[in-house]
């Protein structure tokens, strides 16, 4: 944006035209990065976006929900935002009358659904009273759920060596009987190691 100021004329003795002068004003520079959230987890927009322009640094953010309304600053939204589903907001970056506007995106990543149930059943015994090693705990119904890893204890687990669960449900086989009632620490991820629900389960010794 520039301003013109015109000096009106009052004598010209030659007819000569007063001169104009023209200042020009610092543009806003906006720089912003998208992020990815989970379900449920709350982001200050302010945090992800700078302005780039050391002359513009007393300028003011806003945002919206539209480019049109950044454009006409008008229905600003709060920079403290909890999207449920991924959602697109609009920057308006102002500098006295000069703005810039820009957009970033907020993914949101489900998680897997909390209303799944888990199932522990121990391991049978042999014909000689021998607990076998085939005590297992099924997941079933966690909507979103992609992997899950398990112990006895709550640490140590990883996204990439997480078992694979179909459609939120799966059958851990194959574990040990345990000496006494020991309690299984399980975490269910959704769409990647970001997003996740823990749960635990008691199994039983035979």
Sequence with gaps: YTFETTVPVVSCA?????PIVIATLPQPTIQ???TTICQGESKYLLTLVQDSNPATANG????????QNAKDSVNQVSASITPSITTKYYIRRSFGACYATDSLTITVNPLPAAAGTITAT???CSPVRV???DAKIDLAGFTNGTKV?????AAGFFFATAIAMTNGDVSLTGISNPATT???FLRIYGAD?????DRTVSLNST
């Design 14 to 18: 030659t007819g000569a035209c007063c």
């Design 60 to 67: 003011a953010w806003r945002f919206f929900t539209s480019l």
């Design 122 to 124: 121990s391991a049978t």
């Design 193 to 197: 190691s970001t997003c996740y629900i």
């Design 182 to 184: 020991t309690t299984y």
């Design 131 to 133: 607990p076998n090693s």
């Design 149 to 153: 890893s398990y112990g006895t204890s």
């Design 32 to 34: 912003r990065a998208d």
